[in-house]
């Protein structure tokens, strides 16, 4: 059972743009959402994170938001580079986390 | 400072066989988790060790096992191994025994023949 779900497995976007990368979930008792980052032979690295009590949390081109009615989450990336290009994971914690399938990025020079 | 370490870095087993795996943590983190990735999904929860005590087991049979060490390096084992355990094993760690931040090592690439 997927409790965490990325519909989009790949999404593609000009150098400059903005990047848009969608989570939904299932359980309304989650309390914490991650967005992690993962390279070809590496582990995955932690990016941004939010409480299920905010709506909106930003780091420098990073921002994430959460929509607790719709249990909604999504990743904005602006302006998207090169170097964003990779897979990111959505990830819930309720006493363990709980991955998606992950979204290939992929930054167009 | 060094990051999660895990080894060896890829593995080929035969079925039947067993395999260790083992990670050791960013130097003050206490807590280790292991998870199970296969192509084209994301991470599966399988443990987490805090301690050394069993935190949290996700939903893998008996066949895995794991332990943490006085010194929080852990070792995952899988013992009867099958042509679908072929994965990458990822070893985190975090600070606390609680659901925070992990830190991923590159992990364990683990193909069954």
């Known amino acids: 059972d997927q409790q965490v779900k990325q519909n989009s497995p790949s999404l593609s976007v000009q150098e400059g743009r903005i990047s848009i990368l969608n989570c939904d979930y299932t359980?309304?008792?989650?309390?914490?959402f991650l967005w992690y980052k993962k390279y070809p032979a590496e582990g995955p690295t932690f990016l941004i994170s939010?409480?299920?009590?905010?709506d909106k949390n930003e780091d420098g081109r990073f921002t994430v938001f959460l929509n607790k009615s719709a249990k909604h989450l999504s990743l904005h990336i602006v302006p998207s580079q090169p170097g964003d290009s990779a897979v990111y994971f959505c990830?819930?914690?309720?006493?363990?986390?709980?991955f998606g399938t992950g979204t290939s990025l992929t930054v167009i020079p | 400072d060094a990051g999660v370490t895990q080894s060896p870095t890829h593995l080929i087993k035969t079925r039947g066989q067993h395999v260790t795996l083992r990670c050791s943590p960013i130097?003050?983190?206490?807590?280790v988790s292991w998870y199970q990735q296969v192509l084209g999904q994301g991470p599966q929860f399988i443990f987490q060790?805090?301690?050394?005590?069993?935190?949290g087991r996700g939903n893998f049979p008996d066949r895995f096992s794991a332990r943490q060490f006085p010194n929080y390096s852990s070792e995952l084992n899988v013992n009867a191994l099958l042509l679908g355990d072929s994965a990458l094993y990822l070893c985190?760690?975090?600070?606390?025994?609680?659901?925070?931040?992990?830190?991923f090592g590159s992990g364990t690439q683990l193909s069954v023949l």
């Open positions: 985190a760690s975090s600070l606390g025994g609680g659901a925070e931040k992990l830190f």
């Open positions: 359980n309304s008792m989650f309390d914490y």
């Open positions: 939010i409480s299920s009590i905010k």
């Open positions: 990830a819930a914690t309720l006493n363990q986390f709980y």
């Open positions: 130097s003050g983190h206490k807590s």
């Open positions: 060790y805090y301690e050394k005590e069993e935190r």
